[in-house]
């Protein structure tokens, strides 16, 4: 029996107070994210809009086995947002302006109601040619053939969803449109989650269901501000855990004989969770990397110094060694060697003690000065994601987790808790 084989199969239940706990424990994560964002400066905020975008958007088509360049997306992102201040290498199409105009479309108007011509609009910036791959697709409308969800090689196919009749799609769709524009009676992240789940099993197109699936999705949760802006990606998310995601789809459009979706939700909702923490470093390394060029913005430095160490900020790069610096600038060892040291003679960069052979340098993201005295109680102690660099700043705890190469470094004693901080919560100085 599939989902919608069941009476009035959009009419779900759920546990309630478990339910609200979860989804109250997230939205107040939100709160603090979008606090946060209040914060920056307006070409930080820019910045951290174009990537966590970005994001969004690679994620979602890879979740779909489809690999779009992340340099394009952002070029198409910064010009389609009029942003300024931010240098890209990609090249902006009008295929990947008409992508990024349905993501912007879906999460800055989030108040404007949905319709079918809105989301047909959606589907024919997906498929501009007509086609999906070098197959022909209908485009901008509902589909007229039945869909099953399959996996396997001919011959050993396994069945994984069998969509609705195509005959009754548009009804499907007008329910779930007049649901999806009156629902006053629950929070925008159940909603959200309940949007995503009956769209995907409606699965109303022949392909991009799952793509155009989560932009409605994220058109419930820019509600939650707005629509001023959304600065998490739940695709991302999703693609990091597709594995698990693929299945507690599979089972709650298999087996949910009674509406219960209680299961649902509750994975829906840990997993935006999950993707609010990962927000939050990927502001925090915007932030910082903003910090860092605000603080050294007098200093001189050639071309290829200020290249390779947006690499490191932009945490493409782990270790900072010379040979590291020799290959990602395409230069020699001595030259690179000589770039180092005036970066170190410039107070931009300090060597971890104990070392005489390969030789790894720290970023010095702020200026040694008073920067410390804000802080106290600080430690690094185990999470629910790795380790966390936990403290308390001017009266208010603050926390990031920090990468496996700086725990080690940390637990050695090359690193010291100051030196954490400097690199992981530089962002406070301008708070």
């Given at each position: 029996?599939?989902?919608?084989?069941?009476?009035?199969?959009?009419?779900?239940?759920?546990?309630?107070?478990?339910?609200?706990?979860?989804?109250?424990?997230?939205?107040?994560?939100?709160?603090?994210?979008?606090?946060?964002?209040?914060?920056?400066?307006?070409?930080?905020?820019?910045?951290?809009?174009?990537?966590?975008?970005?994001?969004?958007?690679?994620?979602?088509?890879?979740?779909?086995?489809?690999?779009?360049?992340?340099?394009?997306?952002?070029?198409?992102?910064?010009?389609?947002?009029?942003?300024?201040?931010?240098?890209t290498t990609g090249t902006s199409t009008h295929y990947m302006e008409g992508v990024?105009?349905?993501?912007?479309?879906?999460?800055?108007?989030?108040?404007?109601?949905?319709?079918?011509?809105?989301?047909?609009?959606?589907?024919?910036?997906?498929?501009?040619?007509?086609?999906?791959?070098?197959?022909?697709?209908?485009?901008?409308?509902?589909?007229?053939?039945?869909?099953?969800?399959?996996?396997?090689?001919?011959?050993?196919?396994?069945?994984?969803?069998?969509?609705?009749?195509?005959?009754?799609?548009?009804?499907?769709?007008?329910?779930?449109?007049?649901?999806?524009?009156?629902?006053?009676?629950?929070?925008?992240?159940?909603?959200?989650?309940?949007?995503?789940?009956?769209?995907?099993?409606?699965?109303?197109?022949?392909?991009?269901?799952?793509?155009?699936?989560?932009?409605?999705?994220?058109?419930?949760?820019?509600?939650?501000?707005?629509?001023?802006?959304?600065?998490?990606?739940?695709?991302?998310?999703?693609?990091?855990?597709?594995?698990?995601?693929?299945?507690?789809?599979?089972?709650?459009?298999?087996?949910?004989?009674?509406?219960?979706?209680?299961?649902?939700?509750?994975?829906?909702?840990?997993?935006?969770?999950?993707?609010?923490?990962?927000?939050?470093?990927?502001?925090?390394?915007?932030?910082?990397?903003?910090?860092?060029?605000?603080?050294?913005?007098?200093?001189?430095?050639?071309?290829?110094?200020?290249?390779?160490?947006?690499?490191?900020?932009?945490?493409?790069?782990?270790?900072?060694?010379?040979?590291?610096?020799?290959?990602?600038?395409?230069?020699?060892?001595?030259?690179?060697?000589?770039?180092?040291?005036?970066?170190?003679?410039?107070?931009?960069?300090?060597?971890?003690?104990?070392?005489?052979?390969?030789?790894?340098?720290?970023?010095?993201?702020?200026?040694?000065?008073?920067?410390?005295?804000?802080?106290?109680?600080?430690?690094?102690?185990?999470?629910?994601?790795?380790?966390?660099?936990?403290?308390?700043?001017?009266?208010?705890?603050?926390?990031?987790?920090?990468?496996?190469?700086?725990?080690?470094?940390?637990?050695?004693?090359?690193?010291?808790?100051?030196?954490?901080?400097?690199?992981?919560?530089?962002?406070?100085?301008?708070?």
């Amino acid at each position: 029996m599939w989902i919608y084989e069941r009476y009035n199969w959009m009419l779900f239940n759920w546990d309630k107070d478990k339910i609200s706990a979860l989804a109250e424990k997230v939205s107040t994560s939100i709160g603090f994210l979008h606090g946060r964002i209040a914060s920056l400066a307006e070409d930080d905020r820019s910045g951290a809009s174009v990537e966590i975008l970005t994001q969004d958007i690679v994620s979602s088509f890879r979740i779909e086995g489809i690999n779009l360049n992340t340099d394009d997306v952002r070029s198409s992102i910064v010009r389609r947002l009029g942003v300024t201040n931010i240098q890209t290498t990609g090249t902006s199409t009008h295929y990947m302006e008409g992508v990024v105009d349905m993501m912007l479309d879906a999460t800055r108007n989030s108040n404007i109601p949905l319709d079918r011509e809105r989301i047909f609009g959606w589907h024919s910036a997906l498929f501009p040619t007509g086609r999906s791959g070098s197959y022909p697709i209908t485009v901008g409308n509902y589909r007229s053939g039945d869909v099953q969800v399959i996996s396997g090689s001919m011959g050993r196919e396994k069945v994984h969803y069998m969509a609705p009749p195509a005959s009754d799609v548009n009804d499907y769709m007008e329910e779930f449109m007049y649901w999806f524009n009156n629902e006053i009676g629950i929070s925008n992240i159940i909603r959200s989650a309940i949007a995503h789940l009956v769209f995907v099993s409606i699965h109303p197109f022949d392909d991009g269901n799952g793509r155009i699936g989560r932009a409605i999705a994220d058109m419930a949760l820019a509600a939650i501000d707005g629509g001023r802006g959304r600065f998490f990606s739940m695709s991302r998310e999703i693609e990091k855990e597709k594995k698990d995601y693929y299945a507690i789809l599979e089972k709650t459009q298999r087996f949910c004989y009674d509406g219960d979706i209680t299961p649902w939700l509750e994975w829906y909702i840990a997993c935006l969770g999950r993707a609010l923490d990962s927000s939050m470093e990927t502001l925090s390394g915007i932030l910082n990397k903003s910090i860092f060029w605000r603080e050294f913005s007098g200093v001189e430095l050639s071309q290829r110094q200020r290249k390779v160490l947006n690499i490191y900020l932009d945490g493409k790069e782990a270790k900072l060694t010379a040979q590291n610096w020799s290959r990602l600038g395409a230069i020699s060892l001595d030259t690179a060697l000589r770039d180092i040291a005036d970066l170190e003679n410039k107070g931009i960069v300090s060597a971890y003690p104990g070392r005489t052979r390969k030789v790894e340098y720290a970023i010095n993201y702020v200026k040694a000065d008073d920067f410390m005295k804000h802080f106290r109680d600080i430690c690094v102690k185990p999470g629910e994601r790795g380790q966390y660099l936990t403290a308390v700043y001017d009266g208010t705890e603050v926390r990031e987790r920090i990468s496996s190469l700086d725990y080690e470094q940390y637990e050695s004693g090359s690193l010291s808790s100051s030196d954490l901080v400097h690199k992981y919560m530089a962002y406070l100085s301008a708070m």
